[in-house]
């Protein structure tokens, strides 16, 4: 089951990878100019105008990124609790597995608090990745 539930996750990241040396490929060609990016918070600045192929190259990689991040976040019924049981004991996974029932619950209490709170699963996890990922792009 955590074979099955990481291949998401690496699919995800698979075409992060392939967006990049794409990328990179066409910059070092000309046929796109490199763009000299850095982030402030989950704010970007770039140093010329995007066009659409950056726009294309900067969407791909950062809706890989948080549909990757997101889903290995281990909460049931994300794809993160599944790869945790898989590495868990037997009677641990057990008990991991009847939180299940409550995973949605627990995700979106998570979500609607981090809109109220400085606990934001996107600051914390997201964001991260999303930049990590921008700079291997862009940088």
Do not use: W
């Not at 992060?16 to 990328?23: H, T």
């Amino acid at each position: 089951m955590a074979i099955t539930a990481a291949a998401g996750p690496l699919s995800n990241l698979t075409l992060i990878i392939l967006a990049i040396i794409v990328y990179k490929i066409l910059s070092l060609t000309g046929l796109v100019q490199s763009i000299d990016i850095y982030f402030s918070g989950s704010n970007m600045y770039a140093s010329r105008d995007i066009n659409l192929v950056d726009t294309f190259f900067i969407f791909c990689v950062t809706i890989n990124s948080v549909l990757m991040a997101f889903n290995l976040i281990p909460i049931p019924p994300l794809d993160g609790s599944k790869i945790l049981m898989g590495f868990l004991p037997y009677r641990q996974a057990e008990k991991y597995e009847s939180l299940s029932r409550y995973g949605m619950l627990i995700l979106i209490g998570i979500l609607i608090i981090g809109n109220y709170t400085r606990f934001s699963i996107f600051d914390l996890v997201i964001y991260p990745v999303i930049n990590l990922f921008l700079g291997l792009l862009l940088g």
